[in-house]
């Protein structure tokens, strides 16, 4: 029985097994086993033939995936943001390897990555659904392209496809700590109170990848799911930009009402409607951020900002420099929303963190 029947055979048994408290620990089990035959499914082929396409370098302050179902825009998306030709059509299928371009964002320089349109079931290998699921772990952002005159099934099939593979679209790790030992057994230790998962399944879950060894540490109310995700360690958890398209096909009240929808912005790429909103919104799903230089007794100089990532230390705002830099550092002054005396400026160490704007003037040892 190959990999393919064996998760057949699973989500048959999962679904006709009733859920209740007295399944959690069989069901616990079988998804437990559904996640390691899915992840030998998707395991990398060791031979790949060259000139696919999928292989493309990094390049810029970060890298977006271009996610959908055939024939949605991306490709035309992909040639309205940047000078890069993807070949676009009616049909469906048009774009058959991985097309890099690169977006400009207020100075900045970042990879938008047009991936082959995904189709149902690329979490179980077919079409091109393995390469496409392998560069789109290596995003910054996924950015899902989405036909506003389909209908709103197509994005769960997306998510249900991406979360098959391992990847957790606006979500973080779950706050538990598994330490291996070399022997006393399982120990379950919990912060909080746990009413999605028990001892028993936790256990379960365990002894399904051999460790009968193990201190667990659990700081969040977890599900079984979530349990399997940690045991396992390879999930990518990365933020997800729902785009819908052709918005001038639909009415205002359809339009206004998916706008307000949480991680979503609305676009219409033949109409080059918003597409400066969409910009904006890449710019804050990467976690970009700019920081301005200063000089001793000159003005900031606000016409070449360092990018730097949200959240970004001093010590990371040296490196942008110069990788030198941090080693000669003696101090630093800010002025900005990360100044405690602002608008005056605060002397502060490497590990300060920066905020959005700041003006920075780093001095050095003689």
């Not at 676009?88 to 058959?96: H, R």
């Not at 230089?293 to 230390?313: C, M, N, Q, S």
Request: glycine content about 8%; proline content about 4%.
């Amino acid at each position: 029985m190959g990999i393919s029947e064996k998760i057949d055979e699973i989500m048959l048994e999962m679904n006709r097994t009733q859920k209740n408290k007295a399944t959690e620990y069989h069901l616990g089990l079988l998804k437990a086993k559904l996640a390691r035959y899915r992840a030998e499914l998707l395991e990398p082929e060791k031979k790949s033939k060259a000139g696919e396409g999928f292989d493309v370098s990094k390049a810029g302050y970060g890298r977006v995936a271009l996610i959908g179902f055939p024939s949605v825009g991306k490709s035309t998306l992909l040639s309205k943001l940047t000078n890069t030709e993807s070949s676009a059509a009616s049909y469906e299928f048009t774009t058959l390897t991985a097309i890099p371009g690169v977006l400009e964002i207020d100075g900045a320089k970042v990879q938008l990555l047009d991936l082959p349109g995904i189709v149902e079931g690329a979490s179980s290998g077919r079409g091109r659904g393995r390469q496409v699921i392998a560069v789109a772990k290596t995003a910054d952002l996924v950015l899902m392209m989405l036909d506003v005159t389909k209908g709103p099934n197509q994005r769960r099939l997306l998510e249900i496809e991406l979360e098959a593979v391992g990847l957790r679209l606006n979500q973080t790790r779950p706050d538990v700590i598994l330490k291996p030992k070399t022997a006393g057994g399982i120990t379950i230790n919990n912060t909080v109170p746990l009413t999605k998962i028990d001892a028993r399944s936790i256990q379960g879950v365990l002894g399904a990848y051999k460790m009968h060894n193990m201190d667990v540490m659990i700081r969040e109310d977890i599900t079984t799911d979530q349990f399997v995700d940690v045991v396992l360690g390879n999930r990518k958890y990365v933020p997800c930009l729902y785009c819908y398209n052709k918005i001038d096909a639909v009415s205002l009240e359809e339009v206004d009402r998916i706008a307000r929808e949480p991680n979503t912005v609305v676009i219409s790429c033949q109409a080059d409607l918003n597409l400066d909103t969409l910009l904006k919104r890449i710019w804050q799903g990467i976690g970009l951020n700019r920081v301005y230089t200063k000089k001793r007794g000159e003005r900031p100089d606000l016409g070449d900002p360092l990018i730097v990532k949200k959240d970004a230390t001093i010590e990371q705002v040296c490196n942008s420099i110069h990788r030198s830099l941090s080693l000669k550092f003696k101090y630093a002054l800010v002025w900005g929303k990360s100044s405690k005396f602002a608008p005056q400026p605060q002397k502060v160490g490497l590990q300060h963190v920066c905020a959005a704007d700041d003006v920075v003037t780093i001095c050095t040892k003689v």
